[in-house]
Nanobody, 115 residues
Framework: QVQVVESGGGLVQAGGSLRLSCVVS????????MGWYRQVPGKQRESVAR???????NYADSVKGRFTISRGNAKNTVYLQMNSLKPEDTAVYYC?????????WGQGTQVTVSS
């Protein structure tokens, strides 16, 4: 059974940093398409940063230059380094993995940025 588990959220002041982690277990397949999304109440879930291939990445305009997605040494692990955080970055952040035509989501981790 595939499981997606995020960690690393929390409360931080504006200008601060956080690093989110995501691990996908339950498969021996090396997943290329992994990424981070976020959602605030009343709004649609939006893409933040994702791998579009083994090494290519895509970022939302609102986070370019501040957030960095990277892969861990362990298989099916990705990180999201978030710097210069702003109050508008406050959201639940979800890790997503896509393989064999299926979408897998984690439970989400709350990121709150205070002004």
């Amino acid at each position: 059974q595939v499981q997606v588990v995020e960690s690393g959220g929390g409360l931080v002041q504006a200008g601060g940093s956080l690093r989110l982690s995501c691990v996908v277990s339950g498969t021996s397949f090396s997943i290329n398409y992994m990424g981070w999304y976020r959602q605030v109440p009343g709004k649609q879930r939006e893409s933040v940063a994702r791998f579009t291939s083994a090494a290519s990445t895509n970022y939302a305009d609102s986070v370019k230059g501040r957030f960095t997605i990277s892969r861990g040494n362990a298989k099916n692990t990705v990180y999201l380094q978030m710097n210069s955080l702003k109050p508008e970055d406050t959201a639940v952040y979800y890790c997503n993995a896509v393989f064999f035509g299926s979408n897998y989501w984690g439970q989400g981790t709350q990121v709150t940025v205070s002004s």
